[in-house]
């Protein structure tokens, strides 16, 4: 299995970003998908997680302006951003937990800056 993350870029601060993670393999027994996101020179944070039964959680900071979402056909997990700040900037990790393993995406830069 594994985790394909895309969609970062560069941005100004109050622009917006979509981030996709796309799977390849077979995933069985999901039990969350969430996003994660390191800055340079700080230990990784989680952003934001979507369960099997729908139910959806965000970091204090990104609250309001982020939204996850999953198509479950396809087994992909999204993250819309708007509003960025250059708090923001960041690499971002998608992760899947299933009972058996969990997997993490390859990371895409994203970078809020004027």
């Known amino acids: 299995v594994q985790l394909q993350a895309s969609g970062g870029g560069l941005v100004q601060p109050g622009g917006s970003l979509r981030l996709s993670c796309a799977t390849s393999?077979?995933?069985?027994?999901?039990?969350?998908m969430r996003w994660y996101r390191q800055a340079p020179g700080k230990e990784r944070e989680w952003v934001a997680i979507?369960?099997?039964?729908?139910?959806?959680t965000y970091a204090d900071s990104v609250k309001g302006r982020f939204s996850i979402s999953r198509d479950r056909a396809k087994k992909t997990v999204s993250l819309q951003m708007n509003s960025l700040e250059p708090g923001d900037t960041a690499v971002y990790y998608c992760n899947i937990d299933t009972p058996y393993k969990t997997y993490w995406g390859q990371g895409t830069q994203v970078t809020v800056s004027s």
């Open positions: 979507i369960l099997p039964n729908g139910s959806i």
């Open positions: 393999g077979s995933l069985s027994g999901i039990k969350a």
